[in-house]
């Protein structure tokens, strides 16, 4: 097994990810890391640092192989299998998440999407897929092998659903609700906040960029 | 002028506001660095460095002053006065994002919508909103005195129309595109990729939490 890895170093690896994939597109073999650092505002030294933690890429001279590279940060970002999503919650970013091809690109691939609102429970969102009811979340957990919850419920109901996700046995969780969850320590848990962009901006705005 | 501050203490500083605001809701007036550490599983140190780069806050043994902090960190992230937001594009994401309540209640106002298709243009969103033509995109920044562009377009035409709204004076970009924007040195993006978090997760979860 590999060593302990920043926390940062996944967010950047998929960074690079989407490079290559940009770079293999264009038809590129081969690419440096001085290259990848130029477009991506960061140093060389960071990103040989970074894939460093995987073992040898590339030899000093000749810069890496775009399509390979690609191939093992897709195996170690675990994008090289396919991650059955069930979303949770189906108000608006619910609802936009089930159709947003920037997830079945990558291989999430949204199996199922549950609410509490009687209204919405039966809504046809396409061919496939159905507002079901979130009482069945245990059912359709076991039955759509679901790996990842998406979190997108009013906060007050936040903590209370995902504790039932969690007893279905759900490992993995994207919160897109602005507040922080108790789960046990080996269930992940990634904070999508909206939010946070908007005041990381504002914030450089002000300060002039600094 | 502040001196040039490491890009994640924004972030940083936006979580710790997100905590303070949940204190004084519960109406705790003092807080320790360590007890903010200890719920956002961060270093103490962490924290009192982050804020000594806006001057003394607290006093070693008092804690913060939880209301007091609130309010500064207001202040420095700029969310102490409205911004004026323009949506650009009205897909699934972009309508989701128009009546978002995590930015409302900072200060992030969407006043207009605007997309290419015609079928779009004309669509009453709520009492006070209608997708309008991007071709207006330029009176609109305007007379609506937009200082944010939040980005939610294709991914081809991402570029020609952030172009375009830069011409009309666009100094700061949400942008919710899978694609590095190139931008004039003054214009401030932040990149909103929901994709990273799935990416992250997926790393995470493969390699258990390391």
Redesign the interface.
Known sequence: ?????P?PV??R???Y??LLKEYSKLGLSTISSSSMGE??NLKSSQIRKDLSYFGGFGKRGTGYKVMELMKSIER????DQA?HILIIGAG??G???V??S??SQ?G?VVKAIVDADKDKIGTLIDTQLVVEDVRKMGQIIQEKKI??GVLCVPPDVAQKTINEALKCGI????NFV?K?LEVP??V???????????????????????
Do not use: C, T
Not at 76 to 79: E, K, Y
Not at 171 to 174: L, T, Y
Not at 192 to 208: D, E
């Open positions: 097994m590999i060593e302990k890895i926390k996944a967010r690896l998929a960074i990810y989407r477009r991506l170690i970002l675990g994008i991650w608006k970013i609802m936009a998440l159709n947003y920037g997830l990558d999430f790996d990842i490992k993995g969780i994207i602005p922080r320590e080996d992940m848990v990634e904070d999508v906040q909206i939010s946070l962009s908007f005041k990381a901006l504002s914030f450089r705005m002000v300060h002039n960029g600094k």
